[in-house]
């Protein structure tokens, strides 16, 4: 079992409605989602995980949804020296998928290898009308991914000793999972294939906030079943069998990280 050591770092966040991300519970609350980026070494290796959102996707303060959120290049800049990453020495950026709030800070990383799936290059290049409209993808990273080293690779595959990436679409058509090798146990590094802990566990009861506050949250109807999908699922189908996958990649989904979970946001992982 490699030796690897996480850390969720929050390169910004957004004030949406939790009921975009976990359809039909908690209607009309707000919260701030953190864009969660992780750090992954084993002492010697560095690579990073999803890198935030561009500031050229926040207009007058407003993001995805037309809702307020921060972050950017000079954010994730200062966030990185606050955990004393510097930024040309990753080797590797792994991502998830290619939405604008993973993809803003890419051009930061011109020494590494970008690696993420075809199937989602051929979504960013050419969206839905739907995903145009929602603004999901950025096409201003295509001609910065263009610049860098890419490998633009087709399902699952093993990195190196102790990283391994899973493909698993719903969210998007080129989703991936991180799966990490660590002394106690592999974690799986969802991406928006669960925005949060409650699209894993539908019985969840608590959030604990990016300010520190726990707050309760309505557990889901049986009639959801073990998951809760978000409004930013785009094959219902795909992400059920993608959800029942993840389940067998790591020992039990608590060893799942959400990639907007604020309750993780400054962890490191395993504790
Ligand atoms: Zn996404």
């Known amino acids: 079992m490699a030796n690897w050591s996480i850390r969720a770092i929050a390169l910004g966040a957004n004030f949406i409605m939790k009921e975009a991300i976990t359809v039909g519970l908690d209607v009309g609350l707000q919260i701030w989602f953190p864009y969660l980026a992780f750090f992954l070494t084993d002492g010697k ?39 004393k990453i510097n930024p040309q020495e990753i080797e590797m950026v792994l991502y998830t998928h ?6 803003g800070c890419s ?57 391994m990436v899973y493909k698993t679409p719903g969210h998007t058509a080129g989703g991936m999972c991180i799966g990490v090798e660590t002394t106690k146990g592999t974690y799986l590094l969802t ?46 189908y795909a992400w059920y069998r993608s959800l029942y996958r993840m389940r067998a990649l790591c020992p039990s989904m608590e060893f799942a990280l959400p990639s907007h979970e604020p309750t993780i946001a400054g962890r490191t992982f395993p504790e």
């Open 45 to 83: 290796r560095k690579i990073l995980v999803d890198c935030g959102i561009s500031e050229n996707w926040i207009v007058d303060g407003k993001a995805w949804g037309g809702f307020p959120a921060y972050g950017g290049t000079e954010y994730a800049l200062k966030e990185f020296e606050k955990a």
């Open 107 to 163: 051009h930061l990383f011109d020494r590494a290898i970008h690696v993420f799936q075809w199937d989602e290059w051929q979504e960013l290049i050419n969206p839905l009308p739907s995903m145009r409209l929602r603004k999901d993808y950025n096409p201003g990273v295509i001609p910065v991914f263009e610049k860098l080293q890419c490998w633009k690779i087709d399902g699952d595959m093993r990195l190196m000793d102790g990283i």
């Open 98 to 103: 290619l939405h604008n709030d993973h993809t």
């Open 191 to 236: 991406g928006d294939t669960a925005h949060i802990y409650q699209n894993l566990f539908s019985q969840c009861s608590e959030m604990t906030l990016l300010s520190g506050e726990t707050i309760r949250i309505t557990p889901a109807p049986p009639v959801y079943g073990p998951f809760v999908p978000s409004s930013l699922v785009y094959d219902h």
